[in-house]
């Protein structure tokens, strides 16, 4: 049972343009939210989090929005530079995972071509 | 900056060996994690800590064990390798504290023959 869902695999995107990374979820409990960022031979990387109190949080170029009716939420990375090219994690915790347990997608690979 | 530091970047093992995976952390966290990521799957929860001596089942411990002796200190064990544990391994820290993000080593590939 995937509670977590990246429905898109990879992502392109043009150097300049927006990136809209999504990310759905099933449990209605869970009350915070994280994106991830992950090179090639490197662990992950927090970018931004969101708690379920907020529909939207920025930081830079990356804006994560949450829409808890549709149990969706959404990163947005304004512009897309090539230094961008990673594959994306979202993550969710709350209190039937578990405080301390996030519930991670499967991942977006996103390339940002130049 | 935190600095969560895993022993080894490749390892290759054969089946049935016992293999350990270390990891330190610097920032004197609480919480300590495994997780092993496969293509297709994300990160999945393998033994979780969030103090010394203490440890609690992830999402798939099965065949694995681990320890924490010490606070920066948290160890995975693979009690008798097997081929469907080739995988990437990835070590996280946090304080205890909800909205505190997970911080990741840089993982081990490790590699059962």
């Known amino acids: 049972d995937q509670q977590v869902k990246q429905n898109s695999p990879s992502l392109s995107v043009q150097e300049g343009r927006i990136s809209i990374l999504n990310c759905d979820y099933t449990?209605?409990?869970?009350?915070?939210f994280l994106w991830y960022k992950k090179y090639p031979a490197e662990g992950p990387t927090f970018l931004i989090s969101i708690s379920s109190i907020k529909d939207k949080n920025e930081d830079g170029r990356f804006t994560v929005f949450l829409n808890k009716s549709a149990k969706h939420l959404s990163l947005h990375i304004v512009p897309s530079q090539p230094g961008d090219s990673a594959v994306y994690f979202c993550a969710a915790s709350g209190a039937t995972s578990g405080t301390y347990k996030y519930i991670f997608g499967t991942g977006t690979r996103l390339k940002v071509l130049a | 900056d935190v600095k969560v530091t895993q022993s080894s970047r490749y390892l290759v093992k054969r089946t049935g060996e016992k293999v350990f995976l270390e990891c330190v952390q610097d920032m004197d966290h609480e919480n300590m994690f495994w997780y092993r990521q496969d293509p297709g799957l994300g990160l999945r929860l393998i033994y979780f800590s969030y103090d010394v001596k203490m440890k609690e089942k992830g999402d798939i411990p099965e065949g694995y064990s681990v320890s924490r002796e010490k606070k920066e200190r948290f160890s995975l064990i693979l009690e008798s390798a097997s081929t469907n544990q080739t995988s990437m391994y990835l070590c996280?820290?946090?304080?205890?504290?909800?909205?505190?993000?997970?911080?990741f080593g840089d993982g081990t590939r490790l590699s059962i023959l």
């Open positions: 449990n209605s409990m869970f009350d915070y």
């Open positions: 996280a820290s946090s304080f205890p504290d909800s909205n505190q993000p997970q911080h």
